[in-house]
Structures are given as C-alpha cells and as structure tokens.
C-alpha cells in the first residue's frame, strides 16, 4: 500500500482516531478470549462508546483508514495463508477447493463467458412481428411447447 495514501487518510483523523482505528483492527486479528471490548478501546482513547461507535459507522475517513490498516496486515499474512493452502492440497485427502484456488491464482484455470446479443437495429418487419404473434397466440392457446 502507498505511503502517500496512508499519509491522505492519517492527514483527515486526528490523534485518537488513529489509535482507535489501530486498536479496532488489532482487536479483529486476535484470539476472541484475549480481545479489548470496544468499551476498553473507547475508554483507552479517551472517548465514549458512542463516539467510538459513530467513528466506526458513520466517519468514512475511519472506516477507510481501519481498512486500510486491516488490509496492510493482510499483506503481511500472505505466506502464511499460501502456506495453509499448500497444506489443503499436499495433505492426506488433498482438498478440490484448494487445488481449484491454486490455479485461479496462478492464472491456469480461466473463466471465459460469452454474452450474445441482438443488435437493436435490427428492425423486424410489421409482417414477421405478426408471424411471431401468431406463433405465440397458437401456443397458448394449444398449451403445446415446441
């Protein structure tokens, strides 16, 4: 991530904000019996929960910098996640989804979809809409589908 995009977020927030955003997006990355409530991070900070709260809500530049925090260490995590799906595929019963994943991100396996349509200019006569009408007439009234 740039440096001059985490620079434009932090220049928008002021002091506590930062440290809450930090403290929100470390809270998500660790084990839930060792977790600060929100309360403690609201209080660590020096604002009400309800403050916290409409930060975390309603104040687009938080939320842009919490995910770009929480993005940040993602990054930092990417062996570690290549590594777990390694093992979904290396181990005993090796894991379809993985193998799957595994040549999404490596660019083997591609999905190609192919839209066809009808060009609008393509102007029918008065004669063939009344041919269709009479099609579609015939099969409704007969029940028959061909």
Known sequence: MSDKRKAALEA?????Q???ALLCVEREFVPEDERKSLDEIAEEVGVSRQSLYKWRTQNRAFIEYVNYLADDFLESERAFVYRQLMKTISGGQ?????????????????????VETKEAGAAQTNEEIADELQELDELLSDGDVE
Do not use: M, V
């Open 12 to 16: 928008k927030l002021e002091g506590r």
């Open 18 to 20: 930062k440290k809450a």
């Open 94 to 114: 090796p894991s379809i989804k993985g193998i799957d994943l595994y040549f999404k991100r490596h660019g083997l396996i591609t999905q190609n979809i192919a």
